[in-house]
């Protein structure tokens, strides 16, 4: 199977940002994309004034958006923010052939301050409550985001369930992009014998919050597949369901082969 990660350079204007997306997203159809990813916040700025207005309650634009786009793929929209009961969530839908088949709100939020690097998503984000390992026609595919990547007990327990891939939209930036977003990618590899596909928005230096970019793919003996540098593009990664039996058979340190 192909998975096309789409890494899109996120403007101040909601409707651009989802105007770009769709021409993304069927560029990569044209590709032969059966999954197709979008970045982490992928139709606002990662910042708290722009996430904060750009939230959504309910089935709104960007979710309709979504739902009409994932018409004949899988498709996992990135992360938006999604306003439910008064809080703003980190939201990741998960679609199929036009139908909501899973979300995950993020549970790991990204609270840092280190080398001139100071975040606080707590002061305007509520953490999720639940992981979230979704059936699709091609398998179980686990949904984690971002900060999530530094928390191994949490992919332990998407790990109950044998997912064959982990898609993790990845808003990192150029303070610990640089020292651990390949890393972090290449270690839940390993502790999970499977693919682990990360997708970034594109740079943008003029940006308050410049993501890295540098989306990838990792296989689950923990090479790097692919890569993209920090600027727009379409990451194609075919993917091989078999390959995950095959290492979890040789190295059997889970015992858990895909059905």
Known sequence: MKIAL???????????????AGLFIEKAKLSGAEIIVLPE?????????????NAEEGHGKTY?????????????????????GGKIY??????????????Y???NL???????LCFQESDFIAPGETTTVIETSLGKIALAICFDLRYPTFFQKLEQENPFLYIVPAAFNNVSGPAHYKLLARSRGLDTQSFIALCSPASDIDSEYCP??????????GNVLNELDDTEGILLQNI????VNQIRSKLPIKKKLIT
């Open 240 to 243: 091989d369901i078999e390959y």
């Open 64 to 84: 309709k958006f979504l739902k009409e786009n994932s018409k004949g793929i899988i498709l996992i929209g990135g992360s938006i923010p999604e306003k439910d």
């Open 110 to 116: 990204f609270d840092v301050d280190y080398d001139g």
């Open 105 to 107: 709100r993020k549970m």
């Open 6 to 20: 789409c890494q899109i350079k996120v403007t101040q204007i909601k409707d651009t940002n989802l105007k770009k």
């Open 41 to 53: 916040m992928f139709n606002t700025p990662y910042t708290k004034g722009f996430i904060t207005s």
């Open 90 to 103: 980190n939201t990741t839908f998960a679609f199929e052939d036009g139908k909501e088949i899973g979300k």
């Open 212 to 221: 890295y970019g540098h989306s990838l793919v990792t296989d689950p003996w």
